[in-house]
């Protein structure tokens, strides 16, 4: 098909602020003629279905181009349907391409009159009347509204109420009085994520409030698991939301469900950029770092004027397209003088950053000295460059939900220090002199750091690494992150597979693109070996290990990481050292 990835946007996305519908043109090349067809037909077509005559959206990108148009949110499935007959109909005409479809399961791409028909009759039987009448009443009353295929809420947390979407309630019979919003604050970027949207739950359960996050972990209720696997989407936020228990939610939001969907809630206190690095590339029209700011900055259009968007103000490409934002800036770096700092503190702003080894975090006028960064657990005795710049993004977060100065310090003193705090980053174990960082760097700027602060210890012996890449990694960015490996010179690489992000590859693809980087970047063959399982990977690596050495292991399946890491804390309860065999499995 001359499209792929053919969608429903349920909330604000890279496209408008509401929801509608988008496709990715495949294997054709654009021109304005197309362009100029798929507007008229997609325009035609909302207008004779009765929608708003918003105009469609063109982003045209190196593979080709996304079509969007905002549509009505109960009838979705047939505005995909608008989106593919509008696109056809138009190569159909202009390049008399046989799209091979016909009706009466599609829209007939090459008549007009009996396509309109049978959208006229799709969206018939999808529209849910009842459904933009609450949505109204909802937004009258300034309350967030959740909906899925299944299931519909308004309100959050403590002041939530859900109903099944096929049994929707008239207006007068909604418990209006009893509904409200939560603080919410979204945290995004390519790296640190997790670690920030942890540290913040943690900032906020100490404040002595029920604290809900998601991540890519799972979702938790003041730090227990109610559900694990990758929830940094839109389904973990709304999952967050309808905890009855919940009083504040710290909701990660990653590219791919703002791609997908769009972001979850319309409405929030705060939101974080972490940072933007090369990662998922190919994917969705992205092929650059603008395009990828882009996408994460989509974040800042819940904000209303009394929120705040915490922006990395070491990240040129961040520092570029905030700017152009109409939203309330803080901003945070890893030195306080940064100019942007000086003059948010001029101007009475937030901002966050270190200023002789100390935090400061500056806020309505007042500088709060938040502590000695090397003693911060997170910083790795000052080391870790990019935890740093987590930690102050959690704290001006934290500030912005109105988190008094003295927890979040107190919290900055202490997370960390367990490995329960952060389970899977920068996670550090020591058997004699031999030491273990267990983290989930994926990318190669993630790796490049973490492989920087496990070196970071002078006179260390060999550096042995377990290297693996999620499938839908281009082979580019693949052979990046080996490059960004070849460069700390290791001594051994173990090759994996990731359980359940192959994402099309077969076993050991990944691998073999991994191994010939490796070879081209100067590691030696000899050095170089294949264990596609995690587990398996992590024990052939410490079995390899001698006093001294130091040992990185990037493991990201989420069942791996639990084995690795109960692995090496048997074999520090017993007292294992380097060069003694293992137990067995």
Request: hydrophobic share 50%; with cysteine.
């Amino acid at each position: 098909m001359p499209f792929d990835d053919s969608r429903r946007l349920t909330g604000c996305n890279l496209y408008f602020d509401g929801a509608g519908a988008v496709l990715e043109t495949v294997g054709v090349a654009i021109d304005d003629a197309l362009l100029e067809g798929w507007r008229t037909r997609s325009a035609l077509a909302c207008h004779a279905l009765g929608w708003a005559d918003a105009p469609p959206v063109v982003r045209r990108h190196a593979s080709g181009a996304a079509l969007a148009f905002e549509a009505p949110i109960d009838q979705l499935f047939s505005a995909t349907e608008v989106n593919e007959w509008a696109w056809l109909a138009t190569l159909a005409v202009v390049l008399a391409m046989d799209v091979g479809l016909h009706a009466p399961g599609h829209p007939a791409a090459w008549d007009e009159a009996s396509a309109l028909h049978t959208l006229r009759a799709s969206a018939a039987a999808e529209r849910r009347p009842e459904l933009p009448v609450l949505l109204q009443a909802a937004e009258a009353h300034g309350l967030t509204v959740l909906i899925d295929d299944e299931v519909f809420s308004i309100g959050e947390g403590t002041g939530v109420r859900s109903w099944p979407l096929k049994n929707l309630p008239a207006v007068d019979a909604v418990p209006w009085p009893t509904l409200h919003d939560i603080p919410v604050a979204l945290v995004t970027g390519s790296n640190g994520k997790t670690t920030t949207v942890r540290l913040l739950a943690a900032m906020a359960h100490a404040h002595g409030w029920h604290a809900g996050h998601s991540c890519t972990d799972g979702v938790f209720v003041d730090g227990r698991a109610i559900d694990s696997g990758d929830f940094s989407g839109p389904a973990g936020a709304r999952e967050v939301l309808r905890q009855p228990q919940v009083e504040v939610a710290v909701l990660e939001t990653a590219r791919g469900g703002i791609l997908r969907r769009g972001l979850a809630v319309q409405h929030a206190n705060v939101a974080v950029v972490t940072n933007v690095s090369d990662d998922h590339f190919g994917e969705y029209g992205i092929h650059d770092l603008d395009g990828l700011a882009t996408v994460k900055l989509t974040v800042a259009c819940a904000l209303g004027a009394d929120g705040l968007l915490v922006v990395n103000a070491d990240d040129a490409v961040l520092v570029r397209q905030a700017a152009a934002l109409s939203v309330p800036l803080g901003w945070f770096a890893l030195d306080d003088a940064h100019p942007l700092l000086r003059a948010g503190r001029e101007q009475r702003g937030s901002t966050c950053g270190v200023h002789d080894g100390r935090l400061h975090l500056f806020q309505h006028g007042v500088d709060h000295d938040l502590g000695v960064v090397a003693q911060m657990p997170l910083s790795f005795a000052g080391s870790a460059g990019y935890n740093i710049a987590n930690i102050a993004a959690a704290a001006l977060a934290a500030a912005a939900l109105r988190i008094p100065a003295d927890t979040i310090a107190s919290v900055l003193a202490r997370f960390g220090s367990a490995h329960a705090d952060n389970p899977g980053r920068l996670q550090h174990w020591r058997f004699g002199a031999l030491q273990v960082f267990v983290d989930y760097a994926h990318n190669p700027e993630g790796l490049r750091g973490l492989l920087g602060v496990a070196t970071a210890s002078p006179g260390h012996g060999r550096l042995g690494l377990v290297l693996g890449q999620a499938g839908n990694r281009e082979n580019a960015d693949i052979r990046e992150l080996a490059a960004v490996a070849a460069g700390f010179q290791p001594q051994r690489v173990v090759l994996k597979d990731i359980d359940g992000f192959m994402r099309g590859r077969v076993a050991g693809e990944v691998a073999g693109i991994l191994r010939d980087a490796l070879v081209h970047n100067a590691v030696p063959v000899e050095a170089i070996v294949e264990c596609l399982d995690e587990l398996d990977a992590v024990r052939g690596l410490l079995a390899w290990a001698r006093d001294a050495d130091v040992l990185v292991l990037p493991t990201h399946g989420v069942q791996a990481r639990q084995a690795v890491v109960e692995l090496l804390d048997g074999l520090q309860a017993t007292g294992w050292s380097a060069g003694t065999a293992l137990p067995e499995n």
